[in-house]
């Protein structure tokens, strides 16, 4: 097992870089950057790095030249011949030849785009502008060099045993959390927490410590390498980038209002079983359902990532019924800033229900809270979201309006488009 503590304290970043290859990366993200290479390549976008926790000034606590080498270090990094060989011969949800070999061809060649760095009010201004396709895989790999070098800086001046004590302490903390899983009946888990990762080595701890902990209640990792390195299933579906992207593309409110089911049309051209999930919070779930087709209840599930997660399944519940289905043949995954206590709570009221099924992120991956002095490494709201495509504004609505994004017009418009009215916040933490 990898001594976490001293490779911390020894850092070489050449030896531990914080992205170490292209499918370092979210599996939901290559899934769909296949569906984008084959319906919309030329499409334009910018992708730019939003911290809703503002009171971490990041510029302030990151070394810029640090962070410039990172960035470049990952535009260096292109497909090994093994990771090629695992995309294109593994079997993905009981599927072989999950990527296509056009696709396959085009990301072997694939080198990640320029960005554009600068420093505003004490924050980072990072973007990426280019084809879909190839800026869209910018954004796990921005998320964890900002949130892994953040880590470093506020351990950079600790003595190896203070440090041999922290990942001590870090992991005992994992370690009830997962005894208090696995007394669950029926649990299934995956890790989600990539993007908000402590680190890479730190992931690839946890991932072990649930494949032990909880044996066959861990159903896998949405991180592509660790999947691969682990003989583990790779997890994921798809995002709010494609309402959003294809959203802005609209040129009309009747146009706009159709687009989410466009891309879930898309999507269902390319995938069947466990991929035909609906992600329906993007634009509010209530008007997302309320507007479905008719095809779209036949899917295998929901995942909940917005607003109150229980009111939630229980839409989910009602419209499956309300359209002749049986709500416990169909899966919810729940996914949003979860921890133990919730999982424990969720799983109990809908166990039986439905499938319930849990992607466990942040809270898994980063949970170092109250362990430095300042609660220094305690996890952020950093976010990489698509901000423009051909030249339009993007939006997000949620069912939380406080992860809303967009111009305040342009949301105003959206909110009219879907039908949404009030809306209770949550705090975002995560």
């Known amino acids: ?22 499918i370092d990366d979210d599996f939901y993200k290559l899934l769909m950057c296949q569906s984008v290479f084959r319906n919309k390549p030329e499409t334009t976008v910018t992708f730019s ?10 510029a302030e606590i990151i070394d810029e030249g640090e962070l410039r080498e990172q960035l470049d270090h990952v535009r260096s990094l292109s497909l090994s011949r093994g990771e090629s060989t695992w995309l294109r011969g593994n079997t993905f949800y009981g599927k072989r030849q999950m990527f296509r070999p056009d696709f396959m061809e085009w990301f072997e060649g694939l ?5 554009h ?5 004490g924050q980072y201004e990072l973007t990426f502008e280019g084809k879909w396709p190839e800026v869209m895989l910018w954004e796990i790999p921005a998320l964890a060099v900002l949130m892994e070098l953040r880590g470093r800086a506020v351990l950079k001046d600790m003595g190896k045993f203070e440090l041999q004590v922290l990942y001590a302490r870090a992991m005992t903390r994992l370690w009830e959390k997962i005894e208090r899983l696995r007394r669950i009946d029926g649990l299934r888990i995956a890790d989600f927490g990539t993007r908000r990762r402590h680190s890479f080595l730190w992931q690839d701890w946890c991932v ?17 390498r660790i999947a691969m390195k682990r003989d583990i299933e790779a997890i994921g579906t798809n995002a709010h980038e494609l309402p959003m ?24 051209e390319e995938h069947e079983g466990n991929l035909r999930i609906i992600l329906p919070d993007t634009y509010g779930t209530e008007g997302f359902l309320r507007n479905a087709p008719d095809w779209l209840a036949s899917w295998t599930g929901i995942r909940i990532d917005s607003g109150d997660p229980a009111a939630g399944a229980e839409t989910a519940i009602r419209w499956w019924t309300e359209r002749g289905e049986d709500p416990r043949q169909k899966l919810v995954i729940f996914s949003d800033g979860l921890d133990v206590e919730q999982i424990e709570a969720l799983h109990a009221r809908f166990s039986g229900r439905v499938k319930v099924s849990f992607g466990w992120g942040t809270l898994l991956t980063n949970d170092f809270r109250g362990l430095v002095p300042s609660d220094g490494l305690a996890p952020f709201s950093l976010v990489c979201k698509a901000v423009s495509a051909n030249g339009r504004p993007t939006v997000k609505l949620s069912d939380n309006p406080l992860k809303a994004m967009g111009p305040a017009e342009e949301i105003a418009r959206y909110k009219r488009v879907f039908g949404v009215g009030a809306q209770a916040a949550r705090e975002v933490q995560v």
């Open 1 to 22: 097992m990898v001594d976490i503590a001293t490779r911390v304290h020894n850092h070489n970043w050449k030896i531990d870089p914080i992205v170490r290859s292209l």
């Open 49 to 58: 790095l939003i911290n809703r926790s503002s009171k971490v000034r990041l």
């Open 111 to 115: 080198r990640l785009p320029d960005y």
């Open 117 to 121: 760095l600068e420093k505003i009010d």
């Open 208 to 224: 072990q410590a649930m494949q032990e902990g909880l044996g066959a209640k861990f159903t896998g990792t949405s991180n592509c």
């Open 245 to 268: 992207v294809y959203s802005a593309l609209a040129n009309s409110d009747a146009e706009l209002a159709a687009a989410p089911y466009q891309v879930l049309a898309d999507w269902h």
